[in-house]
Structure formats: C-alpha cells, structure tokens
C-alpha cells in the first residue's frame, strides 16, 4: 500500500485485513492527509480556546451569558437555516447509541421501522482501532448496498453518522509528526467512502456533532464541510449536521451555532446527562453549583433543564431548524404482559410525552421495541412530519434559568449507583465496548461523565449524606467500591475479568480523587497506559498486560 509522505498508520488489527485494505486506499490516504493537514491547526486553536474560556471563568469567578459581540445575530430577524432534504423532515424516533461495530445490532437496526440512526462512532462506542475500522467499513457496507436482505440504502432509515468529539484523538495513525484528530479521521474516511453514494440516493451525508461547545467550534465544522464538499466535487449545502448542545456553555450561543452553520444544519440536539456533567466540569468548584443527587433529584422537570430545552426549540424553530430530544435508556422487559414492562413503557411514555409537547421534532430510544410505541405516542399527539409550524412559546428563558441548580441533597443510594456505573463503564471501555446494561437500562460515556462528576464534586464539598451524619470522603467512596466490587464480581466468567474489574475501579478511584477536574472521562482512559496497552495490535499483549496488574 502506498502511504503518502508524512503519513504513519498502524498495521491492521488480526482478523480485519480485508476492511483495512477497503477503507486505507491510496486514493482515501492521501484524501485523509489533506484534509488533516488543513484543519489540525484549527482544531488545536479551538481546544486551547477551551482551556482560555475555562481559565477565565475559573479566574474572574463570572458566569455564563449570551454574547454582547453577537447580539446582531440573534436580534436579526431575517436569517433561516437552509431547509433539510426530504428524507430529514420526518424523524420522530432514531435509533440511538448504535455502535455500527456491532454488526449484528447494526443489521438489525437498518431493518427496523425507525426513522433514522444515530451511527455513533462517540459516546455509545469504544473507539479501539479494530472498532473504527470495523464499524467504519459496516457503513460503507451498509450505504453501497452490501448487507444481504437489508433496504437498499435510500429505503433504510437515515444515517446520522457521529464521529467521535474534538477531545479525543486516533492514536494509530500520523500525519506531519502528530496523532490525528479523532472526529477527522472518522468523518474523512466516511465522507470519502459514502458521501457520494448517500447524495446520490438522497440520504445524506448527514452527521451528529457531538460536545461542541461554542459558535467557533460551528464554524471551524462549516469549514470542513465547505472544504470537503468541493474536493469530492459534492454540491455546497448537502452536508447536513444535527449539533449536540450538550455543553453549558453552548446553552447560551445556540443562535450563533445555527448561524454558523445555517447552510448545513439539521438542527440542534438535547441531551441530559452530558449537559449536567458540564455544569461540574466548569462550575464544579463552587459550591453554588453543588448538582444533587441525580437518580432523585435531576430531571428534565427541572428548571435549569425544562430551560435548557424550551431555549432550544425556540431557537430552532425561530430559525427554521429542527429540535430533537435525547434517549430513552430503559429496556423493556422481555414479557410484554408483565408489571414490570407496562410499568417501564409508561415510565418512557411520560417523560418523551414531556418533550413532544415542549415542542420536539423528534428523539431516540435504545431499545429497538420502542420505536413503534413511540412513533404512535407522535402520531397521536402532533400533525405533520415536525412541529415547525407549532405556535412558538413565549416564555423568555434568562441566564438565571438555565444557570438554576435544582434543590436536594446526596443519598447514600445516589452515591453507590454513581460509582457502579463509573466502575462498569472503564470496565466496559478496557474489554473494547462503549456501554453496558445495568438495572434495566443503557449505560455509555454520558451516565459515566455525570455519575464520575457528581462522585467527584461530592467529594471535593464533602457533602453530608441525606440518610445519616456522614459526609462523601474517600474513605467511603473507598468502602462503597469494595462494596460493589462484592456485588459485581460473583457473575465474573474469568480470573481476567475479575482483574479488569479491579483495575476499573482502581481507574475510578483515580479520576475522582484527581485534585483538577479531568474534562472527559473518555480522554483520560483513551491517554491512560491500561487501555492503549489492552488494546494494543499485537495478538496476546492485553492477556499478558493484565496479568500483570
């Protein structure tokens, strides 16, 4: 294979020979290094625009508001998004969470009835070589047509492809001397393989943008696409891009974000956990930020994210873009005449109801059973393919409601589910997957940034238990991890896992004891030696790496 000069990747992963000759083309190498080479200096300044932002918040002690150099932009009464393509008008429940490495779920995804399919190469995805390149090269798969008895790919739902964030990078591949932005490489082999195609069958590209966190971020993806689009000889404005505002700070330029990319956005996106966790990442240090007990007292009912979610809807719908909700991640029961699986379709059923009539064009669930449920729950309660024609909402949502941490306290239970779910998440991530199941429902890298937040914070305040006189201290984060290590590792099959589970919890332990807040969870572990080392190429290493440990 002809690698172009400056260019280092990795040899392929055992057993995926063929997928890495299919996707690392000379023709989609030298593709990759251009659009690198163009934009990495780009992505460095928006992180370290990051890190400025963080550090001025940290240092002058002020908060968040919407931007005075921008005030022309959202008084501006005359700009619209382009209008989506047909195919995006009509979205009600997508498929979310769907690492396209799993073929299987894959598969059985573009045979459901959804609308469309979050192909989410970030959150619900361990990005190890062998799944980006495998889940990778399922895509193109699926887009040319090449998965037997599935839709041709203008009949299956939509692909919404999420690359993965600007914090993480792909460590087998090299270009100028520098590991590559993860989000480029995904999005450039995806767009060199299927952009074309999908056009041509009208159904894309169209991509999620996951953990954006300001209009510069927008514009620096407007960019790209521009970029992309005329190398490819692909017609301007037929990226489209859902925007996951799941960043506090995003909260407050959601018009500038639409701005920014108003000839390629499909709107913008809400989703709980990781925009509660983003209140402890640049807030968590003060004490008037203390977020309670998440399992008993963060809800979408609550003011700072009932706010959140009528902001941008109005937003959205003002400016003639759509506004989708987040997802469902309870599983129903396998008995469909059981207690318990009426009393989990009804629990799913109220809370989904609340955004369909806050004004949602449409959300997603986990659980593939759900789809058909929810499509009826729209069908019963909104006309039309969306509700851009739905009166708009007067309510006027000020920095203080969107800044407004809820009332209560930390239990005891709280704590202990917090730390389970932090322990079986780096525990997922270091056998290869991106989320687990747990007392009934889906659990990825979102659950694991608020429940590894919120343990952390807690921490830090030495909050008082509601249930008794103690207060969080390490000494009984440290018994509650032996506590649940005791509960967690009786179903264990091997000695190996046993040992990845104590090394997760070790991990754990790590993170949330840090003095300095470590932004994502999955930066930490992606850059942390036990991972790449239990995921290294070489056949056998992560056996012989774990056994040591």
């Known amino acids: 294979m002809s690698v172009p000069v400056g260019v280092e990747l990795s040899p392929p992963p055992p057993g995926l020979e063929e997928e890495y000759q299919t996707l690392f083309t000379p023709d989609s190498l030298r593709f990759l290094h251009e659009l690198i080479s163009k934009f990495d200096e780009e992505v460095d300044k928006v992180l370290q625009f990051r890190v400025f932002r963080k550090s001025k918040l940290d240092l002058s002690g002020e908060l968040p508001s919407f931007l005075d150099r921008t005030v022309h932009i959202r008084t501006d009464p005359s700009w619209r998004v382009l209008p989506v393509p047909p195919r995006l008008r009509r979205r009600h429940v997508d498929i979310g969470d769907l690492a396209p490495c799993d073929t299987q779920r894959f598969i059985r995804g573009l045979l459901s009835p959804a609308q469309g399919i979050q192909v989410d190469f970030d959150d619900g995805n361990c990005p190890t070589y062998r799944n980006q390149i495998r889940g990778i090269h399922n895509v193109v798969k699926a887009v040319h047509n090449q998965f037997p008895d599935v839709p041709h790919i203008s009949q299956a739902p939509v692909l919404m492809l999420r690359p993965r964030a600007w914090n993480m990078v792909e460590h087998n591949m090299m270009v100028g001397g520098k590991e590559v932005p993860g989000p480029l490489f995904d999005f450039g082999l995806l767009m060199f393989h299927c952009g074309k195609t999908l056009f041509e069958n009208q159904s894309g590209p169209f991509f999620y943008l996951s953990k954006v966190e300001s209009s510069m971020e927008a514009k620096l993806w407007n960019h790209i696409f521009v970029w992309t689009q005329q190398k490819l000889g692909l017609p301007l404005a037929c990226i489209k891009a859902t925007v996951l505002i799941e960043n506090v700070l995003a909260a407050f330029e ?111 669930v986990y659980d593939l059973r759900l789809i058909e449920p929810m499509q009826d729950l729209f069908r019963l309660h909104t006309r039309g393919d969306n509700q851009l024609n739905r009166p708009s909402s007067d309510v006027a949502v000020t920095p203080d409601d969107l800044l407004s941490m809820p009332s209560g306290g930390v239990t005891l239970y709280g704590l202990k589910y917090n730390i389970a779910v932090g322990v079986l998440f780096i525990d997922a991530w270091l056998s290869g997957n991106g989320h687990f199941f747990y007392r009934g429902q889906v ?17 830090r305040h030495q909050t008082p238990l509601e249930d008794d006189s103690r207060r969080v201290s390490r000494r009984l984060v440290g018994d509650l991890i032996k506590e649940v290590l005791l509960e967690l590792k009786g179903g264990r099959p091997s000695v190996r896992a046993t040992r ?30 036990t991972f790449l080392s239990c995921h290294s190429p070489g056949p056998g290493e992560a056996d012989e790496h774990l056994a040591k440990l």
């Open 443 to 459: 659990e990825d890298s979102a659950t694991a940034e608020i429940s590894r937040s919120q343990v952390w914070q807690w921490l």
């Open 500 to 529: 990845r589970l104590h090394t997760a919890a070790h991990l754990f332990l790590e993170v949330v004891l840090r003095r300095d807040f470590p932004e994502f969870i999955t930066t930490y572990l992606h850059l942390d030696h």
């Open 254 to 364: 959601m018009e500038e974000i639409l701005y920014e990319l108003r000839d390629h956005s499909a709107g913008l996106n809400c989703g709980i956990w990781d925009y509660s966790a983003s209140f402890v990442n640049k807030f968590g240090h003060r004490r008037a930020f203390l977020l309670p007990d998440r399992s008993k007292y963060v809800n979408m009912e609550k003011r700072f994210l009932r706010s959140y979610m009528d902001l941008l809807v109005q937003t959205c719908h003002r400016r003639g873009a759509l506004a989708t909700g987040g997802m469902a991640a309870l599983l129903l029961p396998p008995d469909p005449l059981s207690d318990a699986h009426r009393e989990v379709l009804a629990t799913v059923t109220r809370l989904k109801l609340l955004e369909i009539e806050a004004g949602v064009d449409g959300f997603m």
